[in-house]
Antibody
Framework: EVELVESGGGLVQPGGSLRLSCAASGFTFYNYWMTWVRQAPGKGLQWVANINHNGIEQYYVDPVKGRFIISRDDAKNSVYLQMNSLGVDDTAVYYC??????????????WGQGALVTVSS | DIQMTQSPSSLSASVGDRVTITCRASQSISIYLNWYQQKPGKALKSLIYGGSNLQSGVPSRFSGSGSGTDFTLTISSLEPEDFATYYCQQSYFGPWTFGQGTRVDIK
């Protein structure tokens, strides 16, 4: 059974840093792209970043470019999100998801339960 | 960025009702449209991908249709476990974007 478990969330002051982790199990991790999606309190979903199966390619939404870094460790079946220069607008639940590529679309087929990041002084 | 607009934003329905949620893209996205279900405290769940393909394990009462800019998610007969928020998402052009969500609650 596919399982994704996020950790590392918490309270951080504006300008601070935080590193989220996502531990994957139940599938051959190195074969898949992985992604982070966030959801601000009471708001909708926003795609944040993707990383390809070997970690060479990363893609980011504009508001986090230059501040966030997505990475992976296939030996640990884990994907990470290093978040720097955090602002109050980064307050959200951050979800890890597996990315599935198909002939007709690309989509997130499995999701974790999320990690809450609160940026506040 | 491609804007995704869902309607309605919320609806009230009864068990057994047929429910339809629409999603409109600000430009053509072919069939690169996916649907997800979110329940409080639970992991999001993939329902439909590629406009109309049912994710494995999802009940057949869920269906999707559409192409280009207009898409629909239909629940043919609402079950108690279907009360949730539903999101559409386009993966045609980056950044991938979501609709604002449609909350389905009990009438």
């Amino acid at each position: 059974e596919v399982e994704l478990v996020e950790s590392g969330g918490g309270l951080v002051q504006p300008g601070g840093s935080l590193r989220l982790s996502c531990a994957a199990s139940g599938f051959t991790f190195y074969n898949y792209w992985m992604t982070w999606v966030r959801q601000a309190p009471g708001k909708g979903l926003q795609w944040v970043a993707n990383i390809n199966h070997n970690g060479i390619e990363q893609y980011y939404v504009d508001p986090v470019k230059g501040r966030f870094i997505i990475s992976r460790d296939d030996a640990k079946n884990s994907v990470y999100l290093q978040m720097n220069s955090l602002g109050v607008d980064d307050t959200a639940v951050y979800y890890c998801a597996r990315l599935r590529f198909g002939s007709t679309t690309n989509y997130f087929d499995y999701w974790g339960q999320g990690a809450l990041v609160t940026v506040s002084s | 960025d491609i804007q995704m607009t869902q309607s309605p934003s919320s609806l009230s329905a009864s068990v057994g009702d047929r429910v339809t949620i629409t999603c409109r893209a600000s430009q053509s996205i072919s069939i690169y449209l996916n649907w997800y279900q979110q329940k409080p405290g639970k992991a999001l769940k993939s329902l439909i991908y590629g406009g109309s393909n049912l994710q494995s394990g999802v009940p057949s009462r869920f269906s999707g249709s559409g192409s280009g800019t207009d898409f629909t998610l239909t629940i043919s007969s609402l079950e108690p476990e279907d009360f949730a928020t539903y999101y559409c998402q386009q993966s045609y052009f980056g950044p991938w974007t979501f609709g604002q969500g449609t909350r389905v609650d009990i009438k």
